[in-house]
């Protein structure tokens, strides 16, 4: 996917602009944060699950290598084949000949969003091969060639009018008085087109929410269906999944699905929990001819032994987007790349690099609410934080701030000379708001009051009035 | 927790912030803390908790504040903060900035531990349930980030705002949702903080209040300015001006004196 993030102010700027991304911000805002307090009420021990979740994703961090190597064996023992890819290069080169040599025209979809950061869609039609995203969001992206705005919930930037029209764009049978008024009429339409798809493919992707290291089972949830037909209907079945999915057990999968949809929609679970154990067997009734797990670095494992560890714990459920001030004022594609929100600035600059996603952790007011909903305890603020150390020693940031903050700390460190400074700061900027209290303008605080005014200080600095009043014998 | 020893020597932290901008919030502090039985003092040689630098990834400045501030604040039974984001930084975070550093991590920890925020010193742990103020007014108040989420402060300004004589609390929508403040964020990315400051405020008119509140200078002067640019009346005070019964004879922020 094309890198956007060095120009996320001018992203912001755009999307402050968008009244219709604004307005579907507004609309969605309150609804992600209400279902996941109901259904954490609803579960006395969510807490302590949160803790279990934490405790899974970091033993099997630290023991990495001896999981993947289980998993695979236990993969291939249920007749699936295992491609190892450290780059994304390699990833989409093994998707590509598992398709060529499948002779695959076309190509159905799960959502998946290491797809979008592996950019398959594009490679595949580079090569002849039609990919049709059949996530009823992901579907209409494709006909809009957008990215998803949301890791869960991808298109609900856009309203009924942008459905309607991408619709009759692509699907040009469409009678004139056909009506898209319900959330129903829409999904119809897409029921109906993507039907013919699922018959036609030859091959079907899909991401994985887990991968289970006893059983070598890929795990994927949805809610409309359509990963199950994408992977059982085709002859060959393609589970792409980074290195961080794995999981050692079948318990530990079930303890972390407990945690999945209530942190992400507020459902208990997901419509559908679907798991995938190697290809179809002579015993059973359906299923693919052929399993095959890309399993993918691209990056991953440079981040293991770091401080940024944590962010591997992640599972993918967006309750730090659903729950973000800034998301929610700039919307998902302002990030510039695949991943949004929180977890987005995290991990977006271990993948792309700091020096091109470096907006990205610094647009963050370290409110924190982010790492409190986190399902599994990342410390979302911490890690972004972490992100500014390392621009700052590389002196990727911008040297207006380096100054300022040199000149600060020179003061700061000196306490005498720092009240004298603050004094005067004091005093002048008092003296400019003694009519009404506050300034409209001021030189070099733009950035301040072009939206707010400044309230002007009281006149003397707390030091300077403590010492007179010392002095006076007043306290 | 029980109060200690008849009058604990407290330290008050009077932060960049109350220093440069609202005095009147140090000497707020100084009130309520002498009231509920503590001896104060104002060390002289504190400047900044080192938030800036701490959270512009300058790590090496922050801990070079951090020590002043060791040194500052060596020796006291109590260090209180009229801030959840500078006591937030002084509990929850200085000691990490020693994390390679043992002898000085024990110090910051010993820190930390002694470190409170104003309000929830007042409640927690010298026991201070009702306080002798009066404000007639209908008050909202808005929870800081920092204070809520690193420090738990919550309940405590709630209950001690409940008998200040006069004063109704009318709770606003996401109370708890960021003001757009974040430290330099406010200027480094104004255009997402107007907006966020600018959806706080709508959730503040809804609630009718005259007055609204808050415990950190930062999020006050932010929200004030933005309700002055839109020509809000609702007046802008730090919790403690109101628990400290000051408000007859100070402005509300962004006001001048009359």
Redesign the interface.
Known sequence: MQIRSPAFKANVSAALADERLQKALEFTRPAFPSRRAAAVADLPEFEQLRDIGRDIKNHTLANLDFYLEIYAANVERAGGIVHWCSTADEARAAVLAICEKAGARTVTKGKSMISEELGINAHLEAHGITPVETDLGEYILQIRNEGPSHIIAPAFHLNRNDWEESFRKVHTDLPADRVFNERRDILTEARTRLREKFLAADVGITGANFLIAETGSSVIVTNEGNGDLTQTLPRVHIALASIEKLVPTLEDATSLLRLLARSATGQDFSVYTTFSTGARRSEDLDGPGEYHVVLIDNGRSGMIGTEFQEMLRCIRCAACMNHCPVYFTVGGHSYGWVYPGPMGSVLTPSLIGVDQAGHLPNASTFCGKCESVCPVKIPLPKLMRHWREHEFERHLSPSAVRTNLAIWAWFAMRPQLYRIATRIGARVLGWLGRKKGRLSSLPLAGGWTAGRDLPTPEGDTFFARYARLQREGKL | MTPPSPAPRVALF?T?L???????V??AAIKLLEDAGCRVE?P?????C?Q????????S?AR??AR?LLDAFGGYDYVVVPSGSCGGMLRAHMPHLFDDDPNTRARADALAGRTYELVSFLTDVMGVTTLDATCAATATYHDS??GL??LGIKAQPRALLASVAGLTLSEMADA???C????????????????????KTKDIAKTGAGLLLAGDMGCL??M???L??EGSTVQVRHVAEVLAGMTGDL?P?????R
Not at chain 2, 44 to 48: D, E, F, G, K, R
Not at chain 2, 253 to 257: L, V
């Open positions: 009077v960049c109350v220093d440069l901008h609202r005095p009147s140090g000497f104002v002289l040689a504190q400047t900044c080192g800036p630098a701490y959270n512009a990834g300058d790590r400045t070079d504040l002043g980030c920092a989420r690193e708890e949702v960021c757009g403040f974040g430290g330099t964020f406010c200027v480094k990315y104004p255009d997402i903080s107007t907006r966020m400051v600018a959806d002067l932010n004030a300015g933005r002055q640019r402005p922020i962004g006001e001048a004196r």
